[in-house]
């Protein structure tokens, strides 16, 4: 026989661990969840705000189109190229998104490296995340390239990375191994936002 | 009565619930972290019979494998199970009974008795058997012979094997032909001085010797293997091979391209590499696309499978029958194409340049699928600088710069016939390799369903239309590249 005793606390224990599972569950949810839907539209920036040109993709047309957004930049050309790179995302992660990323795609850093290189670094969850296409991978390369080039002065070529290593394609198509020249990325958009 | 009064008996009992409720908490516990952080791949047993090949997962229990009676005999024909007192399970599999004890090796199959080399297990009315006793098993179930390899966990029920030879080809000495007695689709990889082609579907087995050797330089050896289910036939070789079916996939012809055949191998040649080579020997230039050959690659391919178009559509699948209809398409037109891939194989984007630069084609086209947008995308080689190119020798990763011009001919050719079958068509440069590491005209085409539903990719029709229009533009672009020269 089995004393009432025990019987009541290993059924609160058995109580809490599922009340704990279940909580570890839902925060589990939420915090995946929020990395889409909570991330901020503009940098958390403050300051003074700019006029910058962003180029976003638009995967109904499948051209990439200069947007007007105002964000607050800092100074230093570094920060100022991961600001506007982090507004783009913002762009991409919102749930109006013309061009939707995978959840959880994230840019870790900008470096410039004289002369005229930039390099992108994006995370893992960016490139795995991301559709598979000729098209909608070069929509991602080619707004990525064309908002850094145009807004930040002096860049001539861009190199991406994948969680701080090259990588051979984005997802499986547009080729990573190489560097973007910006004025071909130039030429691109302006190839597809003529109609051909 | 208060806990205190308890004797020693009954504390001992009341900590051994204690301990066992403990238990199951922790065991609740593991079982929901094993659950967020998923199980390990199961092994599968391969089964071969004429009925049907297929594969079973294999249960571990006490140290030993086991696998379900009911789902190894299923495919086989009508079988039905009834469990009784004792742990007593019968198994009847059209009018053969057999009986089990739950925890006995002892069992009775057509009246007779003999031991199992392990416990029989019945798990939720699941009947267990280890997969040591098949062969003894099966033979007294089903009549008939059934052999099992039990290493490679290949269980072949039925004299259903597939045997195959492999000679040098008497007319080629470069070409290894590859003769099976029935067809077979292996999925093939190639490896620096190695091919190797999986059978995973196939009853493959052995042929006299498990290692063969050629009086050739091209391809000195081969060797056959089986783990994890499948045969393995690898292939050493000296030079890039293509393998090519015919015989309705009775047979495999492997041999170098046909612009590498030209070229007798030289003894003291060293195998080319396929990683990366980051220099090649440019071309004798643009010559009439009339002479020479359409290469044709079907993107994606082997353990790459490419975008995912649909629930049952996959990329590497789409390509491949698009390449196949261009193919026949061009050759109604008199123009020799040829598949970089036959098959499912996995080819990296280097062996493709490679391949395509070895046979020196008037045409590289690389077919895409994409399920956004609808109609074709024509995309020429975006090329970020000059290169630097040093005498006879070109940039690997600008290889394309003397070409591009050709190119955008075929693209505007091929957006021309696209648009005259009123197909919506696109016309752009891309970033893609390996469009920029080939010494040839080249162009990417990536095929969008029709409308909204990308099952239509797999349409016979629209598949049609496109490698219509495809074949026509290739043969138009050859005649203003003529008139151009």
């Known amino acids: 026989m089995i004393p009432r005793h025990l019987v009541i606390s290993v059924a609160v224990m058995l109580g809490i661990a599922l009340g704990m599972g279940f909580y570890v569950w839902h925060m589990r949810g939420r915090v995946i969840s929020g990395a889409a839907s909570n991330r901020p539209v503009m940098p958390p920036v403050s300051g003074p705000t700019e006029q910058v040109t962003l180029y976003v993709a638009y995967d109904d047309a499948g051209v990439v189109r200069p947007v007007q957004a105002r964000i607050p930049l800092p100074v230093g050309r570094q920060q100022r190229a991961e600001e506007l790179l982090q507004a783009l995302l913002g762009v991409y992660l919102d749930k109006s998104s013309p061009h939707p990323l995978g959840m959880g795609s994230e840019m870790r850093a900008v470096f410039l490296v004289d002369p005229g290189l930039a390099v992108i670094d994006l995370n893992a969850a960016f490139a795995d995340s991301h559709r598979s296409g000729v098209l909608v991978e070069e929509l991602t390369v080619a707004s990525l390239v064309q908002s850094l080039t145009a807004n930040v002065p002096g860049i001539t070529r861009v190199k991406i990375l994948v969680d701080g290593k090259e990588r051979e394609t984005l997802a499986g198509h547009a080729d990573l191994s190489g560097f973007y020249d910006a004025s071909s990325v130039n030429q691109l958009v302006a190839q597809m936002a003529s109609g051909q | ?485």
Request: proline share 7%; net charge neutral; glycine share 8%.
């Open chain 2, 1 to 485: 009565m208060p806990w205190t009064s308890y004797s020693g008996r009954q504390r001992r009992a009341r900590h051994s619930q204690l301990h066992l409720y403990s238990g199951i908490f922790v065991l609740l516990a593991a079982g929901s972290t094993l659950l967020l952080l998923g199980v390990p791949d199961e092994k599968h047993l391969s089964v071969y019979s004429n009925a049907a090949n297929y594969s079973l997962p294999v249960t571990e229990r006490n140290g030993s494998d086991y696998v379900g009676l009911l789902e190894l005999f299923e495919p086989l024909g009508t079988v039905t199970s009834k469990t009784g007192g004792g742990g007593h399970w019968k198994f009847r599999y059209y009018e053969v009974e057999s009986e089990f004890t739950a925890g006995k090796t002892r069992v009775k199959v057509r009246g007779k008795e003999f031991d199992l080399p392990a416990n029989f297990l019945l798990e939720n009315g699941r009947g267990l058997v280890p997969l040591a006793s098949l062969e003894t098993l099966l033979p007294r179930i089903l009549g008939g012979p059934v052999t099992f390899h039990s290493s490679a966990l290949r269980l072949f029920i039925g004299n259903v094997a597939v045997h195959f030879t492999a000679q040098m080809s008497k007319t080629d000495s470069t070409k290894l032909v590859m003769d099976f007695t029935s067809p077979v689709n292996p999925a093939i990889s190639t490896e620096p001085g190695k091919i190797r082609m999986v059978f995973a579907h196939e009853p493959l087995v052995a042929p006299g010797t498990q290692s063969l050797t050629f009086d050739s330089k091209t391809i000195p050896s081969a060797s056959y293997e089986e783990r994890n289910g499948a045969a393995e036939i690898v292939i050493a070789s000296s030079v890039p091979l293509l393998a090519t079916f015919a015989n309705d996939g009775r047979t495999i012809v492997l041999g170098p391209p046909p612009a590498t055949a030209a070229q007798t191998p030289q003894p003291n040649q060293p195998a080319p590499q396929a990683s990366a080579p980051p220099q090649m020997l440019a071309s004798t230039g643009p010559a009439a696309i009339r002479s020479r050959q359409i290469v044709i690659d079907p993107s994606h391919g082997g353990e790459e499978r490419g975008a995912v178009l649909s629930d049952q559509l996959v990329e590497k699948d789409i390509t491949l029958a698009f390449a196949r209809r261009l193919r026949l398409e061009l050759a109604t037109r008199g123009i020799t194409a040829l598949l970089l891939r036959d098959a499912d194989n996995t080819l990296s984007l280097d062996q493709r340049a490679a391949t395509t630069n070895a046979i020196h084609p008037a045409l590289y086209i690389c077919l895409h699928a994409a399920s956004q947008g609808n109609g074709v995308r024509l995309y020429a080689p975006l090329l970020s600088g000059p290169g630097e190119n040093r005498g006879p020798f070109l940039d690997w990763n600008s290889a394309q710069a003397g070409f591009l011009p050709n190119s955008q001919v075929v693209q505007a050719a091929l957006a021309a016939e696209l648009q005259n079958r009123r197909v919506p068509v696109r016309s752009l440069t891309a970033a893609l390799r390996p469009l920029n590491n080939v010494s040839a005209a080249a162009l990417a085409v990536e095929i969008a369903p029709p409308g909204d539903d990308a099952s239509q990719l797999d349409s016979p029709s629209y598949q049609q239309l496109i490698a219509g229009a495809l074949a026509a533009g290739i043969t138009a672009a050859r005649e203003r590249i003529e008139a151009g020269q």
